[in-house]
């Protein structure tokens, strides 16, 4: 039976945002209701609980969500569209809020997603196009619904990506502990009454990083007081590169099946590499689709009017405006190039052994080395980075980190022009270990007339033991993609050490680093600078004409 919208707190807050926001539509469909708790059912019976959002004189247009987290908090948005004369469908993933079955995340998402689809063609009011719309694991649900060839007409894919397990669990080769881990203790919290949620996240801002710690990391979800959850085991457990396991939780591996698709990502966001691998495959396959790049962390509250707009822009044009948008850091301004990444010539830069960071063309950089011993007793920290922890992502201070003994630092002169670079900056160096088991972690950052050194991007590699101890590795590590102005006065430093934790798990040094905690193994590192094998930083660098056009914020 249809009903009149009640929306709780978080809603509200979402409707008024959204509603307010400059160059919205005005509402034409004012009078909405919503038939709630819809017994949609899986192709194994499961029931799976959807809400029918819609108006009287509605179009034929739908839009679609699938979401674990909720259809109370989705409600403010639901509203927004049906106001403009959508229908809305919001549904709860199988296991969560009220839909019956086990939530084991991912396994059933194309098959339940297929079933959605399939029951969502056969209403009455649903004759025209089906867009899907939702970012993190909104977004696998839509990736997962593609498959089959029956899925949505365009999608609308914030922060996520197609390969789950590569994009954001073992990016590197190590394993994400903190991400998974705050996920953990928010899927533990999610039906609890608003304020205990929130009152007992608060007092979990600190037991994300002491459950980091816990040996062996199995037991690290019941330490942190997310109950244990079978998933956490099960993505340690298949952990090895490749492992077969991942193969049948890889969505829309047929690109030519893919819908036109808008992909908002952002530049301190843990999906960032994993859906700019997304872009590419889909650019270069031929699909319709376009790219909106943005400053902002995982679950930042602005992506939530952006993907509100793209939508909207979606139901009369699936390919939307320009192909590619995104936001130059630094200052730089919203900007339109081609494609991504835009044209650039690579500008090399050395490391020297007094600490400096000086331009190949500066004159040959005297041979030399530098060490530092990792403990996995007492890991290098991450300070910040892209992590699903709101208490600890993005863009942090890295003084504290880069005054410890185990992080090598590598500072320029003060700029006398602006830099900009957009692209993935890359850093080969040759390293050798006591233990040939050992991460390499190396961070660019810019420092401020203040001294202040803040994160820009960074890259992480777990190497493979292919070496003896003591002998010397040549390695290549390419850093998350960015587009940022280093203006004029500031300075860039390159960090280099063997550790990121909780971003990424500690490395024991044991044979497998992911599981065996028995003993924690230090080792020595040495770097070697200057002559034939130096450290090098390579930005691509680029200009005002290839990043394109000015453009105001999407």
Same mark, same amino acid.
């Given at each position: 039976?249809?009903?009149?919208?009640?929306? #709780?707190?978080?809603?509200?807050?979402?409707?008024?945002?959204?509603?307010?926001?400059?160059?919205?539509?005005?509402?034409?469909?004012?009078?909405?209701?919503?038939?709630?708790?819809?017994?949609?059912?899986?192709?194994?019976?499961?029931?799976?609980?959807?809400?029918?959002?819609?108006?009287?004189?509605?179009?034929?247009?739908? &839009?679609?969500?699938?979401?674990?987290?909720g259809r109370a908090d989705i409600a403010g948005m639901?509203?927004?569209?049906?106001?403009?004369?959508?229908?809305?469908?919001?549904?709860?993933?199988?296991?969560?809020?009220?839909?019956?079955?086990?939530?084991?995340?991912?396994?059933?998402?194309?098959?339940?997603?297929?079933?959605?689809?399939?029951?969502?063609?056969?209403?009455?009011?649903?004759?025209?196009?089906?867009?899907?719309?939702?970012?993190?694991?909104?977004?696998?649900?839509?990736?997962?619904?593609?498959?089959?060839?029956?899925?949505?007409?365009?999608?609308?894919?914030?922060?996520?990506?197609?390969?789950?397990?590569?994009?954001?669990?073992?990016? =590197?080769?190590?394993?994400?502990?903190?991400?998974?881990?705050?996920?953990?203790?928010?899927?533990?919290?999610?039906?609890?009454?608003?304020?205990?949620?929130?009152?007992?996240?608060?007092?979990?801002?600190?037991?994300?990083?002491?459950?980091?710690?816990?040996?062996?990391?199995?037991?690290?979800?019941?330490?942190?007081?997310?109950?244990?959850?079978?998933?956490?085991?099960?993505?340690?457990?298949?952990?090895?590169?490749?492992?077969?396991?991942?193969?049948?939780?890889?969505?829309?591996?047929?690109?030519?099946?893919?819908?036109?698709?808008?992909?908002?990502?952002?530049?301190?966001?843990?999906?960032?590499?994993?859906?700019?691998?997304?872009?590419?495959?889909?650019?270069?396959?031929?699909?319709?689709?376009?790219?909106?790049?943005?400053?902002?962390?995982?679950?930042?509250?602005?992506?939530?009017?952006?993907?509100?707009?793209?939508?909207?822009?979606?139901?009369?044009?699936?390919? =939307?405006?320009?192909?590619?948008?995104?936001?130059?850091?630094?200052?730089?301004?919203?900007?339109?190039?081609?494609?991504?990444?835009?044209?650039?010539?690579?500008?090399?830069?050395?490391?020297?052994?007094?600490?400096?960071?000086?331009?190949?063309?500066?004159?040959a950089v005297a041979p030399g080395t530098l060490s530092?011993?990792?403990?996995?007793?007492?890991?290098?920290?991450?300070?910040?980075?892209?992590?699903? #922890?709101?208490?600890?992502?993005?863009?942090?201070?890295?003084?504290?980190?880069?005054?410890?003994?185990?992080?090598?630092?590598?500072?320029?002169?003060?700029?006398?022009?602006?830099?900009?670079?957009?692209?993935?900056?890359?850093?080969?160096?040759?390293?050798?270990?006591?233990?040939?088991?050992?991460?390499?972690?190396?961070?660019?950052?810019?420092?401020?007339?203040?001294?202040?050194?803040?994160?820009?991007?960074?890259?992480?590699?777990?190497?493979?033991?292919?070496?003896?101890?003591?002998?010397?590795?040549?390695?290549?590590?390419?850093?998350?993609?960015?587009?940022?102005?280093?203006?004029?006065?500031?300075?860039?430093? &390159?960090?280099?050490?063997?550790?990121?934790?909780?971003?990424?798990?500690?490395?024991?040094?044991?044979?497998?680093?992911?599981?065996?905690?028995?003993? &924690?193994?230090?080792?020595?590192?040495?770097?070697?600078?200057?002559?034939?094998?130096?450290?090098?930083?390579? &930005?691509?660098?680029?200009?005002?004409?290839?990043?394109?056009?000015?453009?105001?914020?999407?």
């Amino acid at each position: 039976m249809s009903r009149s919208p009640r929306l #709780n707190r978080v809603a509200r807050g979402d409707h008024r945002l959204l509603s307010r926001a400059a160059g919205m539509p005005a509402p034409t469909h004012p009078d909405v209701t919503v038939v709630p708790d819809i017994a949609v059912p899986a192709a194994d019976g499961v029931t799976l609980r959807t809400d029918h959002w819609s108006a009287p004189g509605a179009g034929d247009a739908t &839009l679609l969500v699938r979401t674990p987290y909720g259809r109370a908090d989705i409600a403010g948005m639901a509203l927004f569209f049906a106001e403009r004369g959508h229908h809305v469908i919001v549904q709860s993933c199988r296991g969560t809020f009220g839909s019956g079955g086990r939530f084991d995340p991912l396994h059933d998402e194309a098959a339940d997603g297929a079933a959605t689809m399939s029951w969502l063609r056969a209403q009455p009011w649903a004759t025209g196009p089906v867009h899907s719309w939702g970012g993190s694991y909104f977004g696998v649900t839509q990736w997962a619904m593609v498959d089959g060839g029956a899925g949505p007409d365009a999608l609308g894919i914030a922060v996520s990506a197609r390969r789950f397990d590569e994009a954001i669990l073992y990016r =590197g080769g190590g394993f994400s502990i903190e991400t998974l881990l705050a996920w953990c203790i928010a899927l533990d919290l999610q039906e609890r009454p608003l304020l205990s949620k929130i009152g007992r996240m608060l007092r979990a801002r600190d037991r994300v990083h002491r459950a980091s710690f816990t040996v062996p990391p199995t037991e690290a979800a019941v330490r942190a007081h997310a109950g244990d959850p079978a998933f956490f085991r099960d993505w340690l457990a298949h952990s090895a590169p490749g492992d077969p396991w991942w193969e049948p939780l890889h969505f829309a591996e047929e690109l030519s099946s893919i819908p036109p698709t808008v992909l908002l990502a952002g530049w301190q966001d843990l999906f960032l590499e994993g859906q700019l691998d997304d872009y590419a495959a889909l650019r270069d396959a031929g699909t319709a689709v376009r790219l909106v790049v943005g400053d902002w962390t995982h679950g930042a509250p602005g992506t939530l009017v952006l993907g509100a707009r793209e939508a909207l822009r979606g139901f009369s044009d699936p390919r =939307g405006g320009a192909a590619v948008q995104v936001e130059v850091t630094g200052g730089g301004g919203w900007r339109e190039p081609a494609s991504w990444p835009p044209p650039s010539t690579p500008e090399t830069w050395q490391a020297t052994a007094d600490g400096s960071l000086v331009r190949d063309d500066d004159g040959a950089v005297a041979p030399g080395t530098l060490s530092y011993r990792y403990d996995p007793d007492d890991p290098t920290p991450s300070a910040g980075g892209r992590t699903l #922890n709101p208490f600890t992502a993005g863009r942090r201070d890295q003084r504290r980190r880069e005054a410890r003994d185990d992080v090598l630092v590598f500072t320029g002169e003060e700029l006398a022009d602006e830099v900009l670079v957009a692209g993935s900056p890359e850093v080969e160096l040759t390293l050798s270990s006591t233990n040939p088991r050992v991460d390499v972690f190396v961070r660019l950052c810019e420092v401020d007339e203040r001294g202040r050194s803040t994160m820009i991007t960074d890259s992480y590699r777990r190497l493979t033991p292919d070496a003896v101890a003591g002998e010397e590795r040549r390695i290549r590590l390419v850093l998350a993609p960015i587009a940022h102005r280093f203006a004029p006065g500031r300075r860039l430093r &390159l960090q280099v050490s063997s550790g990121a934790h909780p971003l990424h798990l500690r490395n024991p040094g044991t044979e497998d680093p992911v599981r065996d905690f028995s003993r &924690l193994v230090p080792s020595a590192q040495t770097v070697r600078l200057g002559g034939a094998d130096p450290l090098r930083l390579v &930005l691509p660098r680029t200009t005002d004409d290839a990043l394109g056009a000015f453009s105001p914020a999407p």
